[in-house]
């Protein structure tokens, strides 16, 4: 074995490091010394900040404006509810009415929601039911779905489903029109916008229909309607941008809810004529195509309006959250300045002796 040692120009002198304080780590470091007379005032400030800003969005949330109306088996709504128990009659064509009155008016931008309970779009299997290159336009996932779509991707003749999967197959299908009335004679439709309510990285990236866009009929060719949809994807609007896969009722519902209990964005009141301001105070009325089955589950169905603020909707949970964790740090904090201010003083007196 030799012992003879490379010469300068060698491989392993050329992958040395060059001899500069950047790389040989040898660049001025601070090493902080944590004391309680440094560690003890951040706690303090954590938890009055964090309580600060938690009492900041719960003030905010007390300002927006909502109405919940349960529709479920709300009057006739009950005959429809008992319909659609069967699901031999869940073609038959159902209606209702549901009648609410707002005390005061919802100012600015109003938003209309539905809303579920108990239902679980979080279930893992459900939430990986979708093909997202079909989703995308893609033509051979078009015709090829993903085995994630199972068994939502095919008929039993072969036909492909487009869009495949649970989540699409079970899209909320209840057609809500809001209407008011000044007077008992007087029945105003109130004008909504069913667009710009997804995401905008969604309905412009993650969703897009299928070539030729400009005939969806001949690109929708040789694919077939989920199993529980009344009509293809290229008959949901008669929109051209707002169809297919772009439809924005279908992205809203394929973003999956994180809580079993949500709300989705329907429509969004489209500031015109008596509605410039808002909602006017007074009688409401909702009419209802009662098509989404929802006592299999044990569910509820809702129609919620509601203004917004610039720190989101009507909810405290964020705020009660804050205020939690900032009163959970200043315990901490108490605790740990008891116990500091203790043994300082037990070991200032062993110092003395």
């Not at 489209?270 to 409401?284: M, V």
């Amino acid at each position: 074995m030799s012992n003879r040692k490379d010469p300068p120009g060698s491989q392993p002198f050329m992958k040395r490091p060059d001899n500069t304080a950047f790389k040989q780590q040898k660049l001025p470091a601070w090493s902080p010394t944590l004391k309680a007379e440094t560690v003890l005032p951040f706690f303090f400030l954590s938890g009055v900040a964090c309580i600060m800003i938690g009492v900041l969005l719960i003030i905010t949330a007390a300002g927006v404006q909502e109405i919940k109306v349960d529709y479920t088996e709300e009057r006739d709504c009950a005959d429809c509810y008992s319909l659609r128990l069967d699901r031999a009659k869940s073609i038959i064509d159902c209606a209702c009415t549901v009648f609410f009155s707002l005390s005061e008016a919802f100012k600015g931008d109003v938003f209309m929601y539905y809303g579920l309970t108990n239902f679980h779009q979080n279930q893992r299997h459900y939430m990986v039911s979708r093909d997202n290159a079909q989703l995308v336009g893609r033509q051979y996932n078009l015709k090829n779905p993903s085995i994630t779509c199972v068994p939502f991707d095919k008929y039993k003749n072969g036909t492909p489903i487009a869009p495949c999967g649970a989540i699409a197959n079970s899209i909320f299908n209840d057609t809500l029109q809001l209407f008011y009335h000044p007077d008992k004679n007087t029945e105003t439709p109130v004008p909504l916008l069913k667009t710009d309510i997804s995401w905008f990285t969604d309905r412009t990236v993650k969703f897009q229909n299928p070539s030729p866009k400009d005939n969806l009929t001949a690109a929708f060719a040789g694919t077939a309607r989920p199993f529980y949809w009344w009509k293809p994807a290229y008959q949901l609007s008669v929109e051209e941008n707002n169809n297919g896969f772009v439809n924005e009722d279908l992205i809203v519902w394929m973003r999956q809810a994180a809580f079993p209990s949500f709300k989705k964005l329907y429509r969004q009141l489209n500031r015109t004529q008596e509605f410039n301001e808002g909602l006017p105070a007074g009688n409401y009325s909702v009419k209802i195509s009662y098509n989404y089955p929802v006592g299999k589950f044990k569910g509820r169905k809702s129609v919620i309006l509601s203004t917004v603020s610039r720190l989101g909707g009507h909810s405290n949970f964020l705020g009660v959250a804050y205020c939690a964790s900032g009163t959970i740090i200043l315990i901490v904090a108490i605790i740990l300045t008891v116990v500091h201010l203790k043994f300082r003083k037990k070991s200032l007196g062993l110092e003395e002796e």
